[in-house]
Every structure is written in C-alpha cells, then in structure tokens.
Nanobody
Framework: QVQLVESGGGLVQPGGSLRLSCAVSGRTLSNVVMGWFRQAPGKEREFVAAIRRSDSVTSYTDSVKGRFTISRDNAKNTLSLQLNSLKPEDTAVYYC?????????????????????WGQGTQVTVSS
C-alpha cells in the first residue's frame, strides 16, 4: 500500500513561481521513479518531469525545461516540483506518481500507464 498526497497548488500571476510537494507514505518502493503529470480540462494527462531514486537522473518534457525543477528528499519521503516563470498554459491539475520499473530499464518512463501509484492532484492556476 502506497499513498501520495500533493500540496502547494494555488493561483499565481504569469511569470510567478510556485512549489508543489508530494508526501509519500506506506511501503518502501524499490527501483522507484517518481514523476509529475498534469491535466488541463479537455486534454490528456501530460508528462511533466520524473526523477530516479537510485542516481537522481531527471527527465523533463520540452515545454517546461529551464522553468521547472523536480527534486527528492529521501529522508523526508517527499517529492517536489519547483515551477518558475509560469505561463497561463501551465494551468492544470498536477499529479504526483510513482513507478517501479523492472531492473535494467534505463529510460525514465513518460507514459502514465507506467506509473502504478497516483495522488489526487493539486490545482495550479496561472492568471492575471
């Protein structure tokens, strides 16, 4: 049993910043990759970023590179996403998720189907 709970969403002006957090509880995950996804109304769930626990290798979708930063605090069992230079098109519900890839898998998964555990989401709204 694994539970993920997001927090930190809210309303921010274009160009502003926000920091999202995800608290992880339950059993210890093995070979874990943690990710952030987002979903805007009427659109498919979109990969945002991921980080691998073993070596802290990260992956980002092109639209957020240079603006968002994913990080982990293993001691506190938390996952964070720092969102800078926010744009109206960043408006969405943001979800944290966890995947347990098979050993030997080198590429961080970007498909939502690869992630077994999900939080309930936190709303990020970027508007003047």
């Amino acid at each position: 049993q694994v539970q993920l709970v997001e927090s930190g969403g809210g309303l921010v002006q274009p160009g502003g910043s926000l920091r999202l957090s995800c608290a992880v509880s339950g059993r210890t995950l093995s070979n874990v990759v943690m990710g952030w996804f987002r979903q805007a109304p009427g659109k498919e769930r979109e990969f945002v970023a991921a980080i691998r626990r073993s070596d802290s290798v990260t992956s980002y979708t092109d639209s957020v590179k240079g603006r968002f930063t994913i990080s982990r605090d293993n001691a506190k069992n938390t996952l964070s996403l720092q969102l800078n230079s926010l744009k109206p098109e960043d408006t969405a519900v943001y979800y944290c998720a966890a995947a347990e890839p098979l050993e030997g898998i080198l590429v961080l998964p970007r498909s939502a189907r690869a992630y077994e555990y999900w939080g309930q989401g936190t709303q990020v709204t970027v508007s003047s």
